[in-house]
């Protein structure tokens, strides 16, 4: 975990070792970068704003490395620039401070279990398809400006294949306990990813949220 503020730190690692996690604390991105050279880690925990090495520029240095274990920032920015550019360097999820913590747990174990089930690159048709490690779709070799939510909602579908995504689910993954959500936007986003992969891709389980049904993504 890279967290300059003890206090905060020390919270989440006694709450986590709790859930039976163990937990290292770093308190700059120097320190978190020696000490993952030493540890094989499950997944990193990233504040942005912190001394010598901040974390985005760690994820960076992570990723450039090789490092493809699962990262989540917990951070007060809130500006999209920011965001886009921790997914853009590959991360896989983000809270805004202040947290809550068993939103934090289940978000952990959501990215535990599906790291393991998605393959790097996923062909949605032929024309498009997604890179998990750039959190981008392709259309051939030419990168397309989507909108971070709808690479998220993609993931999720993806993760969970075959199955019913709730509605519930799609917020849990799109937004933090402290943003603003409707089942309108969740329409619109659905609607977004439809555009790519097809409009008879994704199938409206009345009532209670979305299942990909498009058999040929490989």
């Known amino acids: 975990m890279l967290e300059d503020n003890l206090l905060f730190a020390q919270t989440l690692q006694e709450f986590l070792q709790d859930e039976g996690f163990l937990v290292n604390i770093a308190k700059d991105g120097e320190e978190a970068l020696q000490k993952s050279y030493h540890t094989n880690y499950d997944l990193y925990l990233l504040d942005v704003k912190v001394p010598k090495i901040d974390g985005l520029e760690l994820l960076k240095m992570l990723r450039d490395s090789g490092d493809n274990k699962p990262a989540m920032f917990i951070t007060s920015y809130q500006d999209l620039e920011t965001l886009k550019k921790g997914y853009m360097l590959g ?8 947290i809550d913590l068993e ?19 996923v062909r949605l048709n032929d024309r498009y398809y997604y890179d998990s490690k750039q959190k981008t779709i392709f259309y051939g070799d030419i990168s397309m400006k989507i909108s971070l939510k709808v690479i998220l909602l993609l993931e999720l579908l993806l993760e969970n294949r075959s199955k019913v995504v709730t509605k519930e689910l799609i917020i849990q993954k799109l937004w933090s306990s402290s943003d603003k959500h409707s089942y309108g936007s969740i329409r619109v986003y659905v609607s977004k990813l439809k555009n790519i992969i097809g409009k008879d891709s994704i199938e409206n389980i009345k009532g209670i949220g979305y299942k990909l049904i498009q058999k040929e993504l490989i």
């Open 103 to 121: 939103e934090l747990l289940y978000r952990i174990e959501t990215l535990l279990k599906n790291r393991k089930k998605l393959s790097t690159k």
């Open 91 to 98: 991360c896989d999820d983000y809270m805004k401070k202040p």
